[in-house]
Nanobody, 117 residues
């Protein structure tokens, strides 16, 4: 059974930091590109950051470059999103996504991140 379980969300002040984790099971984690998406009410789910499987090449949306870092631990089958210098506009539900192909991909249930003073 495939599982992706996110954790680490919460309430943080502007300028603060959070670390999101996504623990996975049930698929060959090291073969999958892992991604973090975020979604606000009424909006589409947007890609935030990604990391490839074997080569661990990372990519980021422009709005988070220099503030967010994605990493993975293949031994623990876990992907992380380190978020620094958080802004109000980073408030969203953050989703973990495992991608092998358009026909083989999985989503987590999401974790809420709220940036508020």
């Amino acid at each position: 059974q495939v599982q992706l379980v996110e954790s680490g969300g919460g309430l943080v002040q502007p300028g603060g930091s959070l670390r999101l984790s996504c623990v996975t099971s049930g698929f060959s984690f090291n073969l999958y590109s892992m991604r973090w998406y975020r979604q606000t009410p009424g909006m589409e789910r947007d890609l935030v950051a990604g990391i490839t499987g074997i080569t661990e090449v990372t990519s980021y949306v422009d709005s988070v470059k220099g503030r967010f870092t994605i990493s993975r631990d293949n031994a623990r089958k876990t992907v992380y999103l380190y978020m620094n210098s958080l802004k109000f506009e980073d408030t969203a539900v953050y989703y973990c996504h495992a991608y092998l192909s358009n026909y083989t991909n999985y989503w987590g249930q999401g974790t809420q991140v709220t940036v508020s003073s």
